[in-house]
């Protein structure tokens, strides 16, 4: 299966925040995550909460183009075993359709060039 990644045009922060209701939903990207131990919310960085208990900035996130069927298998491992192969950490989000990527700002023309290299379209 070929795979095509889209660079998107935003800066991401992830933040740990103590209640869920400090997330701005309010529009844009952003994923929430709640467990029974943490509320995780990664978002674009002018939208990220002064409340967060901590908060990481400067990210950027490739989204796997089309929608991913449940039965495919090893799309997210190739794409982080290129990235793990390049010294680039991730931080991986998934929604029903896709999945998005987040590496850090300062390691993305590295982790163009990991992807890009190992076979992975990449477009912006």
Same mark, same amino acid.
């Given at each position: 299966?070929?795979?095509?990644? =889209?660079?998107?045009?935003?800066? !991401?922060?992830?933040?740990? /925040?103590?209640?869920? =209701?400090?997330?701005? *939903? @309010?529009? @844009? &990207? $952003?994923? !929430?995550?709640? *467990? @029974? =131990?943490? %509320?995780?919310? %990664?978002?674009? #960085? ?6 967060? /208990? ?7 996130? $490739?989204?796997?183009? @089309?929608? !991913?069927? &449940?039965? /495919? #298998? ?21 929604? &029903?359709? #896709?999945?998005?990527? !987040? %590496?850090? +700002? ?6 163009? +060039? ?11």
């Amino acid at each position: 299966m070929s795979v095509t990644l =889209r660079l998107m045009d935003m800066d !991401l922060s992830v933040c740990k /925040l103590s209640d869920a =209701r400090f997330a701005d *939903t @309010g529009g @844009g &990207f $952003f994923t !929430l995550s709640v *467990t @029974g =131990r943490e %509320v995780s919310f %990664v978002c674009e #960085t002018s939208r990220a909460p002064a409340a967060a /208990l901590q908060s990481e900035k400067g990210f950027r996130a $490739f989204e796997v183009m @089309g929608q !991913l069927d &449940f039965s /495919l #298998t090893g799309i997210i491992a190739g794409i982080t075993s290129a990235l793990s192969k390049a010294r680039v950490g991730v931080f991986v989000v998934s929604t &029903f359709d #896709t999945d998005y990527i !987040l %590496v850090r +700002d300062k390691k993305l023309e590295a982790a163009i +060039d990991a992807l890009v290299g190992a076979g992975y379209s990449v477009v912006q």
